[in-house]
Antibody
Framework: QVQLQESGPGLVKPSQTLSLTCTVS??????????WSWIRQPAGKGLEWIGR???????NYNPSLKSRVTISVDTSKNQFSLKLSSVTAADTAVYYC????????????WGQGTLVTVSS | QSALTQEASVSGTVGQKVTLSCTGN????????VGWYQQISHGAPKTVMF??SLPSGIPDRFSGSKSGTTASLTISGLQPEDEADYYC???????????FGTGTKVTVL
């Protein structure tokens, strides 16, 4: 069974860069059959897709966040990562990583999520 | 601003059939299958349907369908454990991005 686990600082200061890592177990991130995404959810609000990466390094980002987002992959560690720059309080949210099969438009496995608070 | 529109809330009694809808446009639902995600008490989302296929372990009282630019998730025989928030999602080729619905809160009376 594939499992995804987010990790990273739970508190980030305004204007700094938020950095999170998703570790994949139970399957290889290099299998080539999946996209790997980041999704977030502010408290009391809905889900927002941030971006995705393929093992080749090819990426797609949410147009509303594109200027501040970088997603990368480390196949040797079976991990992919998120960097979100110039954060504000509006970036406070639970951040999820998720897997999506290629040629489809959905996510089949999700991480448990990690809360990131932006505050001084 | 969500690209997909869902009812804010739906309720039903145990055993009742309820249907949730997800409305988009030709750039998203009209072109791709839709995924449905269950979120219980603000926990991690869980995939309960993709297109009209059930993931392993999801009870067959859940079913999915689509007509034009509207997708639906039906729960036939509502159970107390189905009380949750449900989100739809798919790819939008004009945005080159995944889009989510506004979410529906299902309450079991």
């Amino acid at each position: 069974q594939v499992q995804l686990q987010e990790s990273g600082p739970g508190l980030v200061k305004p204007s700094q860069t938020l950095s999170l890592t998703c570790t994949v177990s139970g399957g290889s991130i290099s299998s080539g059959s999946y996209y790997w995404s980041w999704i977030r959810q502010p408290a009391g609000k809905g889900l927002e897709w941030i971006g995705r990466i393929y093992t080749s390094g090819s990426t797609n980002y949410n147009p509303s966040l594109k200027s501040r987002v970088t997603i990368s992959v480390d196949t040797s560690k079976n991990q992919f990562s998120l960097k979100l720059s110039s954060v504000t309080a509006a970036d406070t949210a639970v951040y999820y990583c998720a897997r999506g099969p290629m040629t489809t438009a959905f996510f089949d496995y999700w991480g448990q999520g990690t809360l990131v608070t932006v505050s001084s | 601003q969500s690209a997909l529109t869902q009812e804010a809330s739906v309720s039903g009694t145990v055993g009742q059939k309820v249907t949730l809808s997800c409305t988009g446009n030709s750039n998203n639902i009209g072109s791709y299958a839709v995924g449905w995600y269950q979120q219980i008490s603000h926990g991690a989302p869980k995939t309960v349907m993709f297109g009209n296929s059930l993931p392993s372990g999801i009870p067959d009282r859940f079913s999915g369908s689509k007509s034009g630019t509207t997708a639906s998730l039906t729960i036939s025989g509502l159970q107390p454990e189905d009380e949750a928030d449900y989100y739809c999602s798919t790819w939008d080729y004009s945005l080159s991005a995944y889009v989510f619905g506004t979410g529906t809160k299902v309450t079991v009376l």
